[in-house]
């Protein structure tokens, strides 16, 4: 069954605005990672945060996590058109194996 | 240093064939990732490897997709009598061991159309 589910499925916005992407889950976890995928091209490992962890940023990026709710957001401030790519949430599994498990994502376009 | 390295990048064939799908991990990393992401969806895990330990193959879908890692380093995933639902792309991921706390590398993956 899949872990993690992003919201929305797709975004559009204009250069220089914030792009929000949330991402729930079922189980309780270790971790939670986002990862981005340009067009036809692997994924891209974007940030780590951990479970006892409520907020972490790196650089235009700023993640939180709800363990309560099961959830957490990625925001990317001041979006650049080269942000224009997919972004998924991963969790592991949690049931003692180290499978990740990855949502949907959602594809984020950003106009110039 | 070098990344994750797939090939072939594309591959087409025939439905009934089988095929071999090749993946070069980073050097050093000890796990060993196999995804399957259909068109405009999410990653589907297949497999994963972890030095010398039994693999977790709990992902694959059917009996006719096996995978091999040799030396602890490069690993083949084979697909045989490929059907259409088999066309998707292939991704291989590495990572330094198999905790859950490790960012994985991935490769660019292997483009698959059975026709």
């Known amino acids: 069954s899949q872990q993690g589910e992003e919201d929305p499925q797709a975004l559009s916005i204009q250069e220089g605005e914030n792009a929000t992407m949330n991402c729930s889950y079922k189980?309780?976890?270790?971790?939670l990672q986002w990862y981005r995928q340009n067009s036809g091209r692997g994924l891209v490992h974007l940030i780590l945060i951990r479970s006892n962890e409520r907020e972490k940023h790196s650089g235009r990026l700023r993640v939180t996590l709800d363990t309560s709710k099961k959830s957490s957001s990625l925001l990317i401030t001041a979006s650049r058109a080269a942000d224009t790519a997919s972004y998924f949430c991963?969790?592991?599994?949690?049931?003692?194996?180290?499978?990740?498990?990855f949502g949907a994502g959602t594809r984020l376009f950003v106009k110039a | 240093g070098a990344g994750v390295s797939q090939s072939p990048s594309n591959k087409v064939t025939e439905k009934g064939k089988d095929v071999e799908l090749r993946c070069d991990p980073i050097s050093g990393h000890t796990a060993l990732y196999w995804y399957r992401q259909s068109l405009g969806q999410g990653l589907e895990f297949l497999i994963y490897?972890?030095?010398?330990?039994?693999?977790?193959k709990s992902g694959l879908p059917s009996d006719r997709f096996s995978a091999e890692r040799t030396g602890g380093s490069v690993s083949t995933l084979t697909i045989q009598r490929t059907q259409q639902e088999d066309s998707a792309v292939y991704l291989c991921?590495?990572?330094?061991?198999?905790?859950?706390?490790?960012?994985?590398?991935f490769g660019d993956g292997t483009r698959l159309s059975i026709l």
């Open positions: 991963a969790t592991d599994d949690n049931t003692g194996g180290f499978k990740t498990i």
């Open positions: 490897f972890q030095g010398n330990s039994a693999p977790d």
């Open positions: 189980t309780s976890i270790n971790n």
């Open positions: 991921a590495s990572s330094w061991r198999t905790e859950s706390n490790q960012p994985q590398h």
